[in-house]
């Protein structure tokens, strides 16, 4: 009896196991089954999936199209890349200082008192200028010589012409005349040296046409045209040619000092090219060449002064900026992939240029770049020998994608 409940025991125990496992299979089965059909259905599907067409739809680049006529209008240029030697560069670090020979100290020739000031510092001054005008004692006397000289010239001339008179009509003898032609040259000559005096000490000759009557001040001139840079000139005091009244300084032209490392010293010579940048201006390339190497080298850096002749348009560098020099160096290694310094932009953060097949649509690519020489930099990757770029126009190209991007938005 015993062994019986048992036996009937056991086989509960496996109806309920089995009803178990087959509701559990049952249930699994029927979900995967609804995932499958929402999946068919047009559902919402993972998240791998939605990113992956994401990602698809960011691959599209943009690009600009544009016409042969409007890019010959708009000074867009296509070129094929070439392989080119590059130079190497020697960096060096320098100060902006103005050019020595462009700077002049504006002083009187001849003392006197300051009536009026023309100019004031920072004014832009031609050549020939009046800055100041003086009222000078000395000057009145060299205006009463200058009088005197002519009334002279006057009264010689009279003589001689009627000493020839008498002489024609056989009254005067002959000797008369050759006398008061020698009196005439003499008073001509001082009233010549009367008259350069007076334009040594700053009028000009239109002036002495208007003295009779006038009272004369002195005018102090610009000997060139720039900016004034010092001023000293103030109304009422004294002048004389040992005070400066003003600094006028020609910024067309800069000078930068750089310091050259003993090193480099054989790879430098005068006439190179160089690049100059400064701060203030990052993206800007100033160029100049080399106008003086030193002689001496200095003890403490070993380093020897250079100096840079740079080219200022707009007046952009200032005087005790610090800038960055780099030297061109002659090119004599393999030739690499170039392309000219314009042709490359930066668009988020990356570098870029325009590459076009047909001539017409410009796609543009990014870049990894190299050393820069000469005006030109290396393309490590990114472009290929013999492929089209535009190689002048790159930064119109890309205000026209920037506005294409915006249109779309």
Do not use: C
Not at 71 to 95: E, F, H, M, P, Y
Not at 119 to 141: F, H, I, T, W
Not at 157 to 174: F, H, S
Not at 338 to 359: C, H, M, N, S, Y
Request: proline letters at 3%; aromatic letters at 4%; zero cysteines.
């Amino acid at each position: 009896m015993k062994r019986k409940g048992t036996v009937i025991g056991i086989i509960i125990a496996l109806l309920l196991g089995g009803a178990f496992v087959y509701r559990f299979t049952h249930l699994t089965t029927g979900k995967g089954e609804e995932h499958a059909e929402k999946t068919e259905a047009g559902e919402p599907k993972g998240k791998d999936e939605g990113k992956e067409e994401k990602q698809g739809a960011q691959e599209k680049t943009a690009t600009v199209k544009m016409d042969p006529e409007v890019q010959k209008r708009s000074g867009v240029v296509v070129d094929v890349v070439r392989k080119k030697s590059l130079g190497g560069v020697i960096a060096a670090t320098g100060k902006v200082e103005v050019n020595a020979d462009r700077i002049a100290h504006v002083t009187p020739r001849i003392s006197g008192k300051i009536v009026a000031v023309g100019a004031s510092l920072g004014d832009n001054v031609g050549a020939g200028q009046v800055l100041a005008r003086l009222d000078s004692v000395e000057l009145g006397e060299a205006l009463s010589r200058y009088h005197q000289a002519k009334t002279r010239l006057a009264l010689a001339k009279n003589n001689m012409d009627r000493v020839k008179t008498l002489v024609e009509k056989k009254i005067a003898a002959r000797k008369d005349i050759l006398q008061a032609e020698t009196d005439y040259q003499t008073a001509l000559t001082e009233l010549h040296t009367d008259e350069e005096r007076l334009l040594l000490y700053g009028l000009a000759r239109r002036d002495l046409a208007a003295l009779e009557g006038k009272r004369i001040l002195l005018p102090v001139r610009s000997p060139i045209g720039g900016i004034v840079t010092e001023k000293h000139a103030i109304v009422g005091e004294l002048a004389d040619p040992s005070k400066s009244l003003y600094t006028v300084a020609d910024l067309s032209t800069v000078w930068v000092m750089v310091d050259i490392n003993e090193k480099d010293l054989a790879k430098v010579s005068k006439g190179q090219a160089a690049v100059v940048t400064v701060g203030a201006f990052p993206e800007t390339k100033f160029k100049g060449r080399v106008a003086l190497i030193a002689d001496l080298v200095d003890e403490a850096t070993r380093t020897v002064k250079a100096r840079v002749e740079v080219q200022n348009p707009g007046r952009r560098l200032k005087p005790e900026m610090f800038a960055t020099v780099e030297l061109t160096l002659p090119a004599t290694g393999p030739g690499v992939v170039a392309v000219p310094e314009e042709a490359v932009q930066e668009l988020e953060g990356k570098k870029i240029i325009f590459v076009t097949e047909d001539g017409k649509e410009f796609t543009p690519r990014e870049v990894q770049l190299g050393i820069a020489s000469g005006g030109l930099v290396e393309v490590t990757s990114g472009l290929k020998e013999g492929e089209r770029y535009a190689v002048k126009g790159s930064f119109l190209l890309k205000s026209e994608l920037k506005k294409g991007e915006l249109g779309e938005e």
